[in-house]
């Protein structure tokens, strides 16, 4: 009997020892997966926050080159000449660009403003060759105030950005730039449609200007966030 039961315990004593070596085990497994879920998990959030950083890096540099551009003091010394803060537009309404009635010939002072004024500020733009590639659009574009007789001011003021646009394609100073506004550059009119707020008359002298805009391909940024989105969802 003491055999027996010694026996007894040492088999009770084993079957407890494996139970205890099974949980120990499937504990094991368990923590294993869900270390593996876990990092898996991980995994995901960070891939899908590159993709989201990917997506609005153009956005940020381009945040970071507009500052830079509307902080540029270069301009001050000339006048009617700024840089739009909101979108980096170079707006020139000096006086000495202003056409005649009637008019779309550049005057002979507007083009020493344009001579100055633009192939400067390419140089600023061309500070972050990154973006180069993702300019879309660069935009002439001519303003009017809202005096207008026998509805002409939608011709002149497409008309004189054409005029300013082929100045400078001509201009020498424009020579290292060439290549981008030969196939990014456009020239377009908008009359009286975005009217100054500073201006309290129909007749206003700020109002009768040019800008150059640089526009980005939002349509590659907005396929980008996009992907990010499809890739969060599934």
């Not at 876990?38 to 995994?43: H, P, S």
């Amino acid at each position: 009997m003491i055999r027996f039961r010694k026996s007894q315990l040492i088999y009770e004593n084993d079957n407890e020892y494996n139970s205890e070596g099974y949980w120990a085990s499937y504990s094991d497994l368990m923590a294993a997966l869900l270390m593996v879920f876990a990092l898996t998990t991980v995994a995901a959030i960070v891939d899908i926050g590159s993709r989201v950083k990917e997506s609005t890096q153009v956005v940020e540099e381009w945040e970071e080159v507009l500052k830079t551009i509307s902080n540029y003091k270069g301009f001050e010394s000339i006048e009617g000449v700024t840089i739009d803060a909101n979108t980096g537009a170079l707006i020139i309404s000096n006086d000495s660009l202003r056409f005649g009635f009637g008019s779309v010939e550049v005057p002979d002072e507007g083009k020493a403003v344009l001579r100055q004024a633009v192939p400067e500020y390419m140089a600023l733009v061309y500070k972050n060759p990154d973006l180069l590639e993702r300019i879309e659009t660069i935009e002439v574009s001519g303003h009017t105030d809202r005096l207008d007789h026998g509805g002409a001011n939608p011709y002149l003021s497409r008309e004189r950005a054409g005029q300013v646009l082929s100045f400078l394609m001509s201009e020498p100073a424009m020579k290292p730039y060439l290549g981008i506004w030969k196939t990014k550059a456009v020239a377009a009119g908008y009359s009286d449609t975005r009217f100054p707020e500073k201006c309290d008359e129909e007749r206003c002298a700020i109002a009768r200007r040019v800008e150059i805009t640089i526009l980005l391909n939002e349509r590659e940024m907005l396929q980008n966030f996009l992907q990010t989105l499809r890739h969060i969802i599934r």
